[in-house]
T-cell receptor
Framework: AQKVTQAQTEISVVEKEDVTLDCVYETRDTTYYLFWYKQPPSGELVFLIRRNSFDEQNEISGRYSWNFQKSTSSFNFTITASQVVDSAVYFCALSEARISGKTSYDKVIFGPGTSLSVIP | KAGVTQTPRYLIKTRGQQVTLSCSPISGHRSVSWYQQTPGQGLQFLFEYFSETQRNKGNFPGRFSGRQFSNSRSEMNVSTLELGDSALYLC???????????FGPGTRLTVT
């Protein structure tokens, strides 16, 4: 069965510090997708990144970077030089990718989220 | 391109009533998924509709139902509301596969 674990419930850092949000996943499939979403207080989920299971290359986008390691089933997210605007709840998510006939196994399973507070 | 829109944004209902939430997907998208977010259970998948057919379903009681119209707009209905149904209901649309979905701003439902 699919499962996403984000062990850190809440993290608090001082502005300009680096912070890493951990994500560990479980799946029996060989083809799957991993995501990170940001949810600011307004509530809307903001898409940050999607990786497929065949692409273990790390990715950097500005102050954000992601480390995908299949060997440890982890997909960690690092914010460098954090800013107050980074304060939000961050969700890691997993989606298997199978459609058989008219049946879809596609659904996104979210982790419990990590609430990040960046203190000025 | 306009994003996913959800109406209403806020709703207050009384226990025992029913409620209908609406979601308009991004133009051209045929898949609409619904999620419930509560502090206790987190983000949980309700169901997905694709071309007017329910294609996938989460583990929710039959009080939760949905439908999709020919223009891909989707509605979600909750009958006999319970206090525990108070939540943020998020809708997401994609062209086909849910791993390319975009989320709307959500409808915050409060049941009193």
């Amino acid at each position: 069965a699919q499962k996403v674990t984000q062990a850190q419930t809440e993290i608090s850092v001082v502005e300009k510090e680096d912070v890493t949000l951990d994500c560990v996943y479980e799946t029996r499939d060989t083809t799957y997708y991993l995501f990170w979403y940001k949810q600011p207080p307004s509530g809307e989920l903001v898409f940050l990144i999607r990786r497929n299971s065949f692409d273990e290359q790390n990715e950097i986008s500005g102050r954000y970077s992601w480390n995908f390691q299949k060997s440890t089933s982890s997909f960690n997210f690092t914010i460098t030089a954090s800013q107050v605007v980074d304060s939000a709840v961050y969700f890691c998510a997993l989606s298997e990718a199978r459609i058989s006939g008219k049946t879809s196994y596609d659904k996104v399973i979210f982790g419990p989220g990590t609430s990040l507070s960046v203190i000025p | 391109k306009a994003g996913v829109t959800q109406t209403p944004r806020y709703l207050i209902k009384t226990r025992g009533q029913q409620v209908t939430l609406s979601c308009s997907p991004i133009s051209g998208h045929r898949s609409v998924s619904w999620y419930q977010q509560t502090p206790g259970q987190g983000l949980q998948f309700l169901f997905e509709y694709f071309s007017e057919t329910q294609r996938n379903k989460g583990n929710f009681p039959g009080r939760f139902s949905g439908r999709q119209f020919s223009n891909s707009r989707s509605e979600m209905n909750v009958s006999t509301l319970e206090l525990g149904d108070s939540a943020l209901y998020l809708c997401a649309s994609s062209a086909d596969r849910v791993y390319e979905q975009y989320f709307g701003p959500g409808t915050r439902l409060t049941v009193t």
